[in-house]
């Protein structure tokens, strides 16, 4: 079963534009979330975290929200560039264990 | 700065052939994984080691086994590959199991 779901697998956005990605998770005992970026041929690389105590995080371009009532998270990329163009997985941990979702494809057209 | 390496890149084996993938790290990190990538699947954990001396199955342990040699290796073998381990493996390293965690750049294995 999958504990975190990303339900858009791709997403296309106009450069400039604001770009939402969002993942649900099932498991009320995460306590920390991630977002990871992925280019082809390419491992993940971290691109922004959130601890259950916070609702919000900002870093630069990017923001992540937490909804812990709805199991939700989302990332905001404002504004989109062309070089956002990648992979996106977000993450929950429990107990040193990661679970990945299935990743959203973002397109950021110039 | 390396980061996080894993040996090799590319693989192709035959099925029944045993591989070992490579993986380490240079950053002095206590926890370090294996997982692999499928289409339409995201990343799974194979195995885990929190700190050096231990391991733990993760969700997709079968078929694998591993060995934390010291702090900064962490290796995978497959001993008897199949057809369904045919994926993307990635190396990762963290300081604890609760910081973002640094990947190698994978190894695409394909079994025949």
């Known amino acids: 079963d999958q504990q975190v779901k990303q339900n858009s697998p791709s997403l296309s956005v106009q450069e400039g534009r604001i770009s939402i990605l969002n993942c649900d998770y099932t498991?009320?005992?995460?306590?920390?979330f991630l977002w990871y970026k992925k280019y082809p041929a390419e491992g993940p690389t971290f691109l922004i975290s959130?601890?259950?105590?916070?609702d919000k995080n900002e870093d630069g371009r990017f923001t992540v929200f937490l909804n812990k009532s709805a199991k939700h998270l989302s990332l905001h990329i404002v504004p989109s560039q062309p070089g956002d163009s990648a992979v996106y997985f977000c993450?929950?941990?429990?107990?040193?264990?990661?679970?990945f979702g299935t990743g959203t494809s973002l397109t950021v057209i110039p | 700065n390396a980061g996080v390496t894993q040996t090799p890149k590319f693989q192709v084996l035959k099925t029944g052939q045993s591989m070992t993938l490579q993986c380490a790290q240079d950053?002095?990190?206590?926890?370090m994984y294996w997982y692999r990538q499928d289409p339409g699947m995201g990343l799974r954990l194979i195995y885990y080691?929190?700190?050096?001396?231990?391991?733990d199955k993760g969700e997709v342990p079968n078929g694998y086994n591993v060995s934390r040699l010291n702090k900064r290796e962490f290796s995978l073998r497959l001993e008897s590959a199949a057809p369904s381990q045919t994926s993307v493996y990635f190396c990762?390293?963290?300081?604890?199991?609760?910081?973002?965690?640094?990947f190698g750049d994978g190894t695409r294995l394909s079994i025949l």
């Open positions: 990762a390293s963290s300081q604890t199991g609760r910081q973002p965690q640094h």
């Open positions: 498991n009320s005992m995460f306590d920390y």
């Open positions: 959130i601890s259950s105590i916070k």
């Open positions: 993450a929950a941990t429990l107990h040193d264990q990661f679970y």
């Open positions: 950053m002095n990190h206590n926890s």
């Open positions: 080691s929190a700190s050096e001396g231990t391991t």
